[in-house]
């Protein structure tokens, strides 16, 4: 079994756009923007700013820095350095004091622990992914932990997957992937020919003609132990 972790084990999103909502109320300029696109184009700016750190273009704290200066942008206010990474220290204390699990995680990891393998796959920094476990309490059940910034590829690149199997001893044809990206985690588990499971609790529309199983949450482990025993 491998996960996704952010978005589908430690929720990410919701921390993120409560941790934005604090600081928006703490800065007037940031009000000119709805939180909700405050909060789509920080995930955007998220997405499109981690390859630059891993190609050495960036460090972990410049890229959080850029990530304020685009919101900024957005919100008509040019951010100089400073301002733009106080911003950045600022949301990640808020961050990490409103952090939680997505619901149902922990319980599911519990279920699989001893029966099957476990890996998670993800992108992000290491030192930040393996705190992100330890706060969950299920870094012990986790089998194999591959990190983007570690390995030198992210997802979608089916490398990191090949990588995750290699790790556990076990091929793409005994393995499915759950995840919440439909690039990352769906396309990128086809590409190293894994059996994907998206994982869409916020009910994002399933692109044209495409078949694949889906979950919305973890609060039913049957309905995971279902989905794992379909076959799309």
Known sequence: MLFDLDDTLFDHSLTCRAALGRLRREHAFFRRVPLDRLWREYLTALEQVHPGVLAGRWTPDEARAERFRRLGELAGRRLGTEEAAGLSRSYRTLYRTLRRPVPGARAVLERLHGRTAIGVVTNNEVAEQEEKLRFLGIADRVDALVISAAVGCSKPDPRIFAIALDRLGAGPDEAVMIGDSWTNDVEGARSASIRPIWFNR???????????????????????????????
């Not at 495409?210 to 609060?219: G, N, P, Q």
């Open 202 to 232: 916020f009910g994002a529309p399933r692109p044209g003609g495409s078949r694949v199983t889906e979950l919305d949450s973890f609060r039913s482990l049957p309905r995971l132990e279902r989905a794992l025993a379909a076959r799309s």
